[in-house]
């Protein structure tokens, strides 16, 4: 005689189907990184003050509110958290099916940069202004290019043949020349250097490197020769020799010898905030963006610099460990491609603010100002925490 308990039975299976495809779509979230996100966070909050502190003094001298800067970085932030949770959604997998879509989308973007749709500012074809926000589609690309090669690689399943390493180099050299063109030196090298250190990790063979090695150094002696790189940027590039020398005041050694003043007066613990002499009056050149690490030198000292390295240090510590242990070569690259390119820029911009890296206008990543640059970096701690996420 059936008591309703074939009935109970039904519904107490149909619950645990639910309940276990409930868990099964939402485990991966079980796995978030918070020292990673707090990490970013943290990092981003420092960036405000020291912007803050960069303009208020100048803000205020032209009757402008002294938070503007602040206002669109806070903006872009909002913005940026929103694209790390969709980067962090979106099974990684999956972006690799839609790499060729988001390198296509950046390469239009770069060359729309260099028609009379693009804005000039300081002598650099970089931005396209839409609808009121400045938008740097190099940026965006180096996401669009660390994505595509990694699909690519991952594709070779680890033992990359001729065709692949050069279709990967063709994905390389186009945006590399775009952005040349506009022109951007840094941002070329964080290209090379990522797909270089791709290649490495992408099981890439020794001869191969080697050749791409000397075909790159010929490629820059031949750029040299050919008067391609132009005599502002030369000048740029060896200013940091003779920062030292009292004569070149007056030459592109001064944002590197203000830059160098700037860092020494904060001494251990600094001037304090708001009180940083060459950081009010504007002795440093562009001290809200590629600079701004000499706002914390001055303002905090090194108790404040040594904070934001070891943040940095932290991230660098939570991408290697994502990337070991991921469980495919395709969240290995990307988690790679990630801490390279994070490397790269705070070695130079840190190291071109204490004189040992030539200026070359790579921001810092989190602080400087630049919402194009905050939006990116904070989806690329989307694509850290995804692959971190589904390592099981």
Known sequence: ?????????????MRDRVQTRWQSAYAPVRHLDPVLVLTA??????????????????????DLPTTLYVTRQLIAMIIGIVAMVVAAVVDYRHIRTYAP???????????????????????????LVLGGFQLQP????????????????????????????TLSLAITLVPTGLVFLQPDLGTSVVFIWLTAVLFLIGGVQVRYLVGLLAAGVGAIVAAFQAGLIEAYQLSRLTAFVNAGDASAAQTAAFQTRQSLIAVGSGQFAGKGLLEGTQTSLSYVPENHTDFVFTVIAEELGFLGASLVL??????????????????????TLVASGVVAVLTLQVFVNVGMTVGIMPVTGLPLPFISYGG?????????????????????
């Open 372 to 392: 194009t640059s905050l939006i990116v970096w904070f989806a690329m701690v989307g694509l850290l925490l995804n692959v971190h996420m589904r390592r099981f």
């Open 1 to 13: 005689m059936d008591l309703g308990y074939g009935q109970d039975r039904e519904q107490r299976m």
């Open 138 to 165: 190099s940026e965006l690309v180096k996401l669009a290019v660390l994505v595509s090669i990694a699909a690519i690689l991952h594709e070779s399943q680890g033992k990359p043949h001729i065709g692949f390493i």
């Open 41 to 62: 966070l943290a990092l981003t909050g420092i960036g405000l003050v020291a912007i803050y502190s960069a303009k208020h003094v100048a803000l205020s001298s032209q």
């Open 101 to 127: 879509v988001l390198y296509a989308i950046g390469l239009v973007l770069l060359v729309l940069t260099l028609t009379p749709l693009g804005t000039e500012i300081n002598g650099s074809q970089r931005w």
């Open 310 to 331: 070891g943040l940095f240090l932290i991230l660098v510590w939570r991408g290697l460990r994502i990337a070991i242990l991921s469980k495919d070569l395709f969240g």
